[in-house]
């Protein structure tokens, strides 16, 4: 064996520290010990004090640069308490240092928020099982390209200087989604202490699956300091980050029984052998890897003027962006084609489900590519940009504050796909065991009879296609607030109002063409195709697994001129769509929309004495949206044109009319126990694309089919009732107990519907289906939640430096009313909710050494309706993550730091049916080792 430390060993080897630091022995807890006798508060030397300063509602604020993790815990106890709403937080334990690499993992902490992960972190985020989550910088309704939100996974987390989850909401705050809003609050130069602050970091994180290291970086750069003419402070932060990942997956999709009927002979369902006839079976079955990297430049700019104590002003401006490369390669079967026939079938413990089979399609005139199987080779390359600005002037006097602000955001997102689909030759047969023991819990396998995937000369190519997908985003909002100071000791005790105007303007622009290129009427082989000749075997990590040949998707891409060409000399029927580098739109995908908002709001608060102090804010908030959209509508042309589809414009408007009332109480039973109450509203809108006024009417369907957009979608909107017990002791010491009702209406579903009259589309008289996502019914959200969390300051010695946080939510109740019957179990859940979730952490922390092992649990969840089959809908199993991290602060300004994440090796595994019909497959998720420096001066 090799005397060299492989990566391999390293991670294990920072697993190991990670996973021991906690232990209370050797020169460490010695330190710790010693510095805890020698302070008798070890955390106040890891906060600074900043100046006390107004808030705009006219509340005392003062700024803490927070330092270290019991700094980061108290400040988001002291948010939580302090809140009108009810809202959690995660704050920096230090200049550009969270605790997780990226805002959704750091949210994934905090109770009733559920997260998923792929490509190497965390990604998309639900509150209270609600996904569409409201996203906001600095309060600011924020969003990326065409999309109501932003991707969290975009924004750094050396940026951030806390997150936000708000639960519920007041009257003053922008309106958007009915599942809450994450707020990410960026650091402000008046924020930190006066002078000079320099911070930084620098950061390797090692992918065991990827086997490469991911660098970060960061640096702040601010200044506070006092003129004449007031105080003033700017502020520059900048990051950049490289995620590198790879994931191995086994997959199957969509089981459904086949179509078609023994009266017709080259169906699939005529193909299955007898008292077989109704067996549900995956429609495809596959073998994967993707990997790629994601960089996130960013750069974050302020400037702050205090000109006295009455006014003063903010200027900042953000550029977020994030520029990804992804190849994604599988090799698939299908398996209900036209012309299959099945053998050796045998079934799942329920009679009626596959578990495996052969399938066979013979090459003759009817089928005479033979099996539908072959290799689907995605590259692609996305590029964000996204530009926010925002004017703040912020005026006070002893009975009234006026605050005004004004924001313009732009964005673009561009992404260009190149795919190349090979097959082998002369593909008749293959086996499938949907849930073979190649894994540790079932999974797809599949063998290819007849046919040697190691020879590059077995495959040819059957498509090549590209496309380009170009966003375009423009944003102006100004909002005005007065607030006026009603009374210090009286019932009332302000009057708030304001009036907010937005208008947005996004627009899609969608390409793609394919080429079939043929050689001598056969598939051009794999060799010959420009590219070909780096054609390399790949394949999953997984126990198994085949191989196949595939051209890499950059040398795939890098090739494109060379590939036009090559479709316009093979290809005659698509040379034309292929003569130029543009690609040809797809008007049906493309749209332009205009979106107006005009919101009013009056909120009072309140304080009064009833056996217990009762303080609160009672308010309504009025918002009337309104825009027009437009798109194409086509159908089939006929001989008279050449057969050239027939496009039309199409426009479309909406509107929205909403008013919003919220009312919060909370109750002080004693200086540290309050319980909140709260009634809230909120409305979440359709997304731009959904409510496209297009459509494509196939008139050569019996009957016909129409596949549109829907401008008449309704608003999602929701009523909230919520109370929260609340005790805070200590220093961020907390327990919790909360529980919600939520009702909503408006939940969206996509389906096909029979309509008797097609004349909105241009078919008058006629019946047919028509496919488009539509509202289905109300949904009832109903649940519990729970935390603690303390630091040991009571216990002698090093132990008083240990803290534990532990929370959990149990959602009683997820239902959505979907257009179909109750007759199977789950029918009725919503997609993205698990039932539980729960997070336990324990900390160590003194002003030299601090470390944390944390561990989250989710539980399983509905992940997407299969439309076709509900009771098939697709599944995610319960998910699990332990991390761990270890800080060491040898000076004053410089902090070092090694963490893992993943070190159970949690897989990500999912399953057909509520009740475990077949297994869908596994997706690997990597363990990571990071290695970090952290500066400050």
Request: aromatic share 12%; proline share 5%; glycine share 8%.
């Amino acid at each position: 064996m090799s005397g060299e430390m492989t990566m391999r060993d390293i991670l294990r080897f920072g697993t190991m520290v990670a996973a021991i630091s906690l232990l209370p022995i050797g020169a460490f807890a010695q330190t710790g010990a010693t510095a805890a006798t020698q302070d008798a508060n070890p955390a106040e030397d890891r906060t600074e004090v900043v100046d006390p300063t107004g808030t705009p509602d006219g509340s005392a604020k003062t700024d803490i640069l927070v330092i270290g993790i019991r700094g980061s815990v108290t400040s988001a106890a002291n948010k939580k308490r302090k809140a009108k709403q009810i809202v959690d937080s995660v704050v920096s334990e230090d200049v550009g240092k969270l605790p997780d690499n990226n805002v959704p993992e750091a949210l994934s902490r905090i109770t009733g928020v559920q997260i998923t992960r792929e490509r190497g972190q965390g990604q998309s985020v639900a509150i209270r099982g609600l996904s569409g989550v409201q996203t906001t910088i600095n309060g600011n309704d924020t969003s990326l390209g065409v999309g109501r939100s932003l991707n969290l996974a975009d924004i750094p987390a050396e940026l951030l200087k806390s997150v936000d989850v708000y639960k519920t909401r007041t009257a003053d705050q922008v309106e958007g989604s009915i599942a809450g809003t994450v707020n990410v609050e960026l650091r402000r130069p008046l924020d930190l202490a006066k002078g000079w602050t320099i911070a930084g970091s620098v950061k390797g994180i090692y992918d065991d699956i990827a086997e490469k290291v991911s660098p970060y970086g960061s640096l702040l750069v601010a200044k506070r300091f006092d003129t004449g003419i007031g105080e003033v402070g700017f502020l520059v932060n900048a990051s950049w980050t490289r995620t590198n990942y790879k994931e191995n997956y086994i997959e199957s999709e969509s089981p459904d029984v086949p179509f078609g009927s023994a009266a017709e002979p080259n169906s699939p369902r005529a193909g299955l052998p007898a008292g077989f006839e109704n067996t549900v079976i995956p429609y495809r079955a596959y073998y994967g890897l993707e990997e790629g990297r994601v960089d996130r430049p960013s750069i974050s700019a302020a400037l702050q003027w205090r000109a006295n104590d009455n006014l003063d002003f903010v200027i900042e401006g953000q550029y977020l962006g994030s520029d990804a490369r992804n190849t994604s390669d599988r090799l698939y079967l299908l398996t209900r084609e036209t012309g299959s026939r099945y053998s050796n079938i045998t079934l799942q413990p329920d009679g009626r489900t596959v578990r495996s089979l052969t399938v066979t399609v013979p090459i003759n005139s009817v089928t005479p590519e033979g099996l539908q199987a072959g290799i689907d080779s995605i590259y692609s390359r996305a590029k964000s940009d996204l530009y926010t600005t925002n004017f703040e002037m912020h005026w006070r006097s002893e009975r009234a504050l006026l605050n005004t602000s004004i924001q313009y955001n732009w964005s673009n997102v561009d992404t260009v796909i190149a795919e190349h689909l090979t097959r082998p030759y002369g593909l008749t047969s293959a086996t499938v065991d949907f849930a073979s023991d190649a894994y540790s819990r079932p999974v797809p396998s599949i063998t290819f009879n007849g046919i040697d995937l190691s020879n590059i000369n077995t495959y040819g190519v059957q498509r090549y296609q590209d496309l380009t997908n170009a966003e375009r985003n423009r944003e102006f909002a100004t909002q005005t607030d007065l607030t006026l100071i009603v009374s210090d000791t009286g019932l009332l005790r302000t009057i708030q109002t304001g009036v907010r105007f937005n208008q947005r303007t996004n627009r899609r622009d969608y390409g793609y063409r394919d080429g079939l290129p043929r050689i001598n009427g056969q598939f051009t082989p794999l060799a010959q195709f420009p590219g070909g000749s780096q054609a390399e075997l790949v394949g999953p990590d997984l126990p198994g697994a085949l191989q196949w040949y595939r051209i890499p998707g950059d040398v795939v891409f890098a090739n494109r001129p060379a590939i036009r060409a090559y479709i316009q000399a093979n290809d005659p029927g698509n040379a034309a769509r292929f003569s130029t580098e543009a690609i040809p739109p797809d008007r049906g995908q493309n749209f332009e929309s205009v979106e107006n908002r005009l919101s009013y709001y009056a909120q009072l608060n309140y304080d009064f004495n009833l056996f217990f102090p009762v303080e609160g804010v009672v308010g309504a908030r009025y918002t009337n949206t309104w825009g027009n959209v437009s798109s194409f509508n086509f159908r089939p042309g006929n001989a008279s044109n050449n057969f050239q589809d027939i496009v039309e414009s199409g426009a479309g408007k909406v509107n929205y009319e909403d008013i919003l009332p919220s009312a919060t109480a909370l109750i002080h039973f004693t200086p540290k126990f309050q319980l909140r109450l709260s009634y809230t509203t909120n409305v979440q809108r359709p997304a731009f694309y959904d409510q496209r006024p297009f459509y494509f009417a196939e008139t050569r369907a019996v009957p016909p089919i129409i596949f549109a957009g829907n401008p008449d979608l309704k608003a999602q909107r929701e009523h909230a009732f919520d109370a929260s017990a609340e005790y805070y002791f200590g220093r961020g010491g907390q327990l919790t107990l909360a529980g919600y009702y939520k009702k909503a209406t408006g939940f969206l579903y996509y389906s096909r519907e029979v309509v008797d009259n097609l004349a909105r589309y241009g078919l008058p008289g006629q019946s047919g289906f028509v496919e488009q996502v539509r509202n289905a019914g109300d949904g009832t959200f109903a649940g519990v939640e729970a935390s603690a969390q303390t630091f040991f300051d009571i216990l002698p010695g090093f132990w008083r430096n240990f803290g534990v946080s532990l929370n959990g939510s149990y959602i009683a109740k997820a239902r959505i009313e979907y257009p179909y019957p109750e007759d199977f179990p789950g029918a009725f859940d919503s997609t993205d909710t698990s039932k539980w979730t729960a997070n336990a952490a324990l900390f160590y922390d003194t002003p030299t050494f601090s470390t944390r092992v944390a561990f989250n649990y989710r539980s399983s969840y509905r992940l997407f309706v299969w439309t076709n089959n509900p009771e098939y809908s697709w599944y995610n199993d319960d998910t699990y993550r332990l991390d761990a991290a270890v800080n060491f602060t040898p000076v004053k300004f410089m902090t070092l730091s090694i963490e893992g994440t993943n070190l159970l090796g949690n897989d990500v595994y999912r399953y057909f049916g509520q009740q475990n019909l077949l297994p869908l497959g596994v997706r690997t998720l990597a363990r990571t080792v990071q290695g970090s420096v952290r500066f400050r001066f």
